[in-house]
């Protein structure tokens, strides 16, 4: 064979060089996002969201977080339901003061299961022998821990994640992350404003692989790469946002939330709105209308695209999701259509979080 399952999904997850490199697009199961809310607005959240999926999107909005508890739950299937992803975060208070000091535990999950491991599909004698197929999984783990507090400034918020991340390919192959992010939120009037930087420090994977003599004869005979313990880089990014809530009505029980984001990459030019060299740019879009707190319609653009035609014309793509949300006392569903990337705007995922949030005083319910 000249190439195998097993051969695929280690190129898809592990680096196979021999020193220290930057990847465009490594960790990228980080990217995906946390919370039906802010996928469903595109992302756009980094200056409004306050809830317990603050940890991931701009830890600085947990200091917004006045609950006793809050639960964030979320399950997301991707490619037809082959690939799962899995979000669980909590939220405490540490202080309940002005300052408002917030700690906060999460975890992600992104991975494929039982893939088929094909490497001893052969005798020796070169006969097919389906009883030697086995299958492992490829996953990404990340665990995060973040700390957020309101500053004296009135509406001044800071927050920060240390993430650590550990990623595996079966027995094959294995790594271990740290990373930083660090956030700022801030509030005046009806105006929101936020910014994040992600993998400041920037953030390494170190991959160790672990082949058996058979396996790697194998490789060998059919000429692919046997990888080498390496380390993955990523590049620090910066995401800044603004969102402005007009209210309707005279008891303001109509809201209407749009928000502006711009995803600032320095790891080269990508294929995006404004790309270039080092930095590329990728804005952001969404909408957030609520009533009385309890319903919610969201809507999002972001993924903006030059692709070229058949014709060598070139077109601009653009990924659109959409979402609602029902707030029921403490408990909060939110649900969102989004778009993976395809091009073709066919391959839609469903996505459920599941938000429990109480307050101090326990006689009263979530606002």
């Given at each position: ?11 898809l997850?592990a680096?196979?060089?021999?020193q ?22 595109s ?21 917004n977080?006045?609950k ?13 339901g ?7 975060g909590l939220?405490?208070?540490l ?10 535990f999460?975890?992600?999950r ?10 001893f ?7 097919i ?7 492992f999984?490829v ?9 957020a507090?309101k500053?004296?400034v ?5 927050g920060?994640?240390v ?23 801030y ?18 994977n ?20 046997i ?9 620090p990014?910066?995401?800044?946002g ?8 005279k ?5 209407l939330?749009?928000e502006i ?5 320095t ?12 930095i590329?740019?990728?804005?952001r879009?969404?909408?957030e ?12 653009l972001?993924n ?5 035609d ?22 909060t ?28 005083d ?6």
């Open positions: 064979m000249k190439k195998t399952i097993t051969m695929l999904a280690l190129l997850s680096s196979v060089a021999s220290a490199q930057f990847y465009k697009y490594s960790n990228e199961f980080l990217a995906i996002g946390t919370g039906a809310r802010g996928l469903s607005m992302g756009a959240v980094i200056a409004s969201n306050s809830d317990v999926t603050s940890a991931y999107w701009n830890p600085a909005g947990l200091a977080d006045d006793k508890f809050d639960l964030g739950l979320m399950h997301s299937e991707y490619f037809a082959i690939a799962k992803y899995d979000y669980i939220a405490l208070p202080q309940n003061k002005s300052l408002n000091r917030i700690l906060a999460s975890l992600i992104f991975g494929v299961d039982d893939i088929p491991n094909t490497l599909l052969y005798d020796p004698d070169g006969s022998n389906y009883n030697n197929i086995t299958s999984s996953a990404d783990y990340a665990a995060m821990i973040s700390y507090q500053l004296s009135n509406g001044l918020r800071l920060g994640t993430k650590i991340i550990h990623r595996t390919a079966g027995n094959f192959a294995t790594s271990w992350g740290l990373g930083l992010d660090a956030g700022i939120q509030e005046k009037n009806n105006w929101r404003f936020g910014a994040i930087g992600k993998d400041i420090t920037t953030t390494f170190a991959w160790s692989f672990n082949f058996t003599s058979d396996e790697q004869a194998i490789f060998a005979s059919t000429n692919n790469v990888p080498e313990n390496s380390v993955e880089l990523t590049s990014r910066i995401i800044m603004a969102a402005y809530l007009f209210s309707f009505s008891t303001k029980s109509i809201t939330l749009p984001d711009l995803d600032l990459t790891d080269g030019k990508r294929n995006v709105l404004i790309p270039g060299k080092p590329s740019i990728d804005p879009i969404g909408v209308a609520g009533y009385k707190q309890i319903i919610y319609l969201r809507a999002g972001s903006f695209q030059k692709v070229s058949i014709d060598s014309t070139r077109s601009l793509t653009v990924q659109p999701n959409i979402g609602v949300g029902l707030k029921i006392k403490s408990v569903i939110d649900y969102a259509l989004t778009n993976l990337g395809d091009l073709s705007g066919s391959l839609y995922s469903n996505v459920f979080s599941l938000r429990i949030a109480l307050n101090n326990k006689n009263k319910i979530i606002k």
